[in-house]
């Protein structure tokens, strides 16, 4: 896991840098929302990611989304999304509708390229943006791999989705939150967690 995050920090590039398995309950299926796909483009980020891009291999993918147990009912947002691979293989897999944002450019348009390819663009779309500010209040299942610190300071805008929703992180915890699962696959590590109901903190361990 270390060498891993020094490879997400790598060259200074990067910088800064209970348990409800299974549907969100008592809520009607959301729609994905009507943001179109962001154009493939050639520029430069509008600010610097926050974490450099490694994709997750696509053995940790199908571990992510088994623990999180996708299905077509699902929303899922991959922040920070890379080729898009996690969005594209629960909608090629499991029928899930997603949404993955990323703030380079570069991975929009592979994103975007890759979803053509595996014929799921009715399903997912890609959009450039900072993960901090999207609205993810349609998703029902989060998926991650960002650093540590990035997880933490997600914390409170997970903390405001609905009951239940899932959330899967890549290698990274999310600080003292007491996962529902952890699943080992190979040298990688995969997080399950669920959020409580409102108003309720996150139970430690
Ligand atoms: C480690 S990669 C993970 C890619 C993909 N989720 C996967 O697991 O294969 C992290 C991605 O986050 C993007 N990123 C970094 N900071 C971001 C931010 N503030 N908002 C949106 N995307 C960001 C990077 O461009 C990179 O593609």
Redesign the pocket.
Known sequence: MTRRRDC?TAGGALLAAGALPGRVLGQPAPSLPSLPSSPASDGE?ARR????????PQEV?DEMLAIASVGPEDVLY??????G??PITAAKRWGTRGLG????PQ?IGEANANARAAGVTDRVRFVQ????AMDLSPATVI?L??LPALNVKLRPKLLQLRPGTRIVS?DFAMGDWKPVRTVENGSRTVYFWTVPPAGRPYPKG
């Open positions: 997400l980020p990611p926050d974490v450099v891009y490694v994709p997750t993918v991959d922040l920070g999304s890379g080729d691979r996690i944002v990323d703030i380079d991975r943006g900072d993960l901090f998926t791999y960002l890549h």
